[in-house]
């Protein structure tokens, strides 16, 4: 009885469960980059270039489950389009858990441009471009939280004959586009920093500026 009062009152309330749910999301994230929440235990800086690898794992699988979730429900396959998008939000849940971890114990990475490295000389155009796109997966991710969570509330709460009804379908379709968008270009950028390029520490307390300036400068 508690239970299913509980499913109701999500149900009825999606838009401040939703607020809810973005706000503890980003306190958890600010609090990770200030230091303020000291959740996670320390990392070594071999385990935080694990933490890195697996976070591009799991983003490449939850960017594959979106899009397939994305053509499951263009071809109206409304079940299999609902498991893909469970899956691929329960991936960036895992992604969370690693991020926040990696910041809170480890520490961020600024990009690094040598010479003998692929297009060095181009470096000038290379790190603006680099920065350019870290800071559109950042402000994109930031976007999609709300998004996400609010067609994630409404498909869990809803049957699929309620949802037509619902705003579900085209905050979907956002939260789609900026999901993935954000997903690869986070990819590439972990790829440019980590394979392509170089890297040096930062502190996770700078990455806050990436909320306030340009200079974007940590992945």
């Not at 910041?103 to 000389?121: C, R, T, Y």
């Not at 586009?177 to 890297?199: C, D, E, Q, R």
Request: glycine share 6%; proline share 4%.
């Amino acid at each position: 009885m508690a239970a299913t009062t509980r499913r109701r009152i999500v149900k009825d309330h999606p838009k401040a469960i939703t607020g809810v749910l973005s706000l503890l999301g980003y306190a958890l994230v600010l609090g990770a980059f200030g230091g303020f929440i000291p959740l996670f235990p320390s990392l070594s800086e071999e385990t935080v270039l694990l933490f890195s690898d697996l976070i591009a794992v799991v983003n490449s699988f939850a960017l594959v489950s979106l899009l397939t979730g994305w053509y499951f429900i263009r071809t109206d396959q409304v079940s299999r389009h609902r498991t893909a998008m469970l899956f691929a939000f329960a991936l960036i849940c895992v992604f969370l858990v690693l991020y926040l971890w990696k910041v809170g114990g480890g520490f961020e990475k600024s990009i690094q441009i040598s010479d003998g490295q692929f297009l060095a000389a181009y470096g000038s155009i290379i790190r603006p471009l680099y920065l350019l796109m870290l800071a559109v997966h950042i402000l994109l991710s930031v976007v999609a939280v709300p998004v996400v969570l609010y067609a994630v509330v409404l498909g869990l709460t809803h049957t699929p004959a309620e949802l037509v009804d619902t705003a579900h379908a085209r905050v979907g379709r956002i939260a789609v586009i900026s999901w993935s968008v954000s997903l690869a270009l986070g990819i590439v950028t972990y790829y440019m920093l980590n394979h392509v390029y170089g890297w040096v520490p930062r502190e996770a307390t700078e990455v806050l500026l990436l909320l306030a300036v340009p200079r974007l400068e940590m992945r």
